[in-house]
C-alpha cells in the first residue's frame, strides 16, 4: 500500500495525462468519438408565437392590438457529423448536418395551427426604403397594386420550416 502510494504520488501527473488523453481523443470506437459523431443528449428547441386577434381593429378603429401567446412548438434538433476526412496532422475535417424533429407531445397544438402576425417581407420594404422619398413612393404604389397586407394568417410549419409564396419576395428577387 506504502509503494503503491509512492508510485501514484511520483507518476500522477503521468497517470492523469494518460487517463484523460485516452478519453478525450477522437478515434473511431471511443466513446469521446461516438459522442462527438452524433450528441447522444437530446437537444430541444421551443419557438413561441404571438397571434394578432384583431388586425382589421388596428387600422380602422385605431384599436390596441391584442395578441395571444402560441406555443411550445417543440422540435427535436439531431446533429450529426458527414464526410469525415482525417488528416495526418491530426486533425479531422466534416460537414455538420442538422435534422429537427417535431415533438407533437412537448408542443401546443399541430404546425397546422394557424397564426395572424407581421408580413416581413412588407413590413422590411417599407423600412428599407424609409427616407427616400422617391423609393417609398414606389415601394408604395407596388404594395398597394398586389394589395400586399401587413399581417398575414399561415401556419406554424410555414413559418418556421415549409415556406409559401409571398409577391413581394418573388418581385424582390427578380
Given amino acids: 500500500s506504502l509503494i503503491f502510494g509512492s508510485i501514484t504520488l511520483v507518476f500522477k501527473q503521468r497517470i492523469f495525462d494518460t ?9 473511431e470506437g471511443t466513446a469521446a468519438y461516438n ?7 437530446p437537444v430541444y ?7 394578432m386577434i384583431n388586425p382589421s381593429d388596428l387600422f380602422h378603429s385605431h384599436e390596441k392590438p391584442i395578441l395571444e401567446e402560441r406555443g411550445p412548438y417543440t422540435f427535436r434538433e439531431v446533429e450529426k457529423k458527414a464526410n469525415l476526412t482525417w488528416h495526418e496532422n491530426g ?18 397544438g399541430p404546425l397546422t395551427d394557424m397564426v395572424t402576425t407581421i408580413n416581413v417581407p412588407v413590413v422590411g420594404s417599407a423600412e428599407f426604403v424609409r427616407g ?21 394568417r399561415r401556419t406554424i410549419g410555414e413559418l418556421l420550416f415549409d415556406g ?3 409577391t413581394v419576395m418573388d418581385i424582390g428577387s427578380s
Fill in 45 to 51: 428547441t421551443k419557438f413561441y408565437f404571438f397571434d
Fill in 132 to 152: 427616400d422619398f422617391f423609393m417609398e413612393w414606389g415601394i408604395s404604389d407596388m404594395l398597394s397594386t398586389i394589395e400586399a397586407r401587413i399581417f398575414v
Fill in 164 to 166: 409559401y409564396e409571398d
Fill in 91 to 108: 486533425t479531422i475535417s466534416y460537414r455538420r448536418v442538422k435534422f429537427w424533429y417535431f415533438e407533437r407531445e412537448m408542443s401546443v
Fill in 35 to 41: 459522442a462527438w459523431v452524433e450528441t447522444p443528449i
Fill in 19 to 27: 487517463i484523460l488523453n485516452s478519453q478525450l481523443v477522437i478515434e
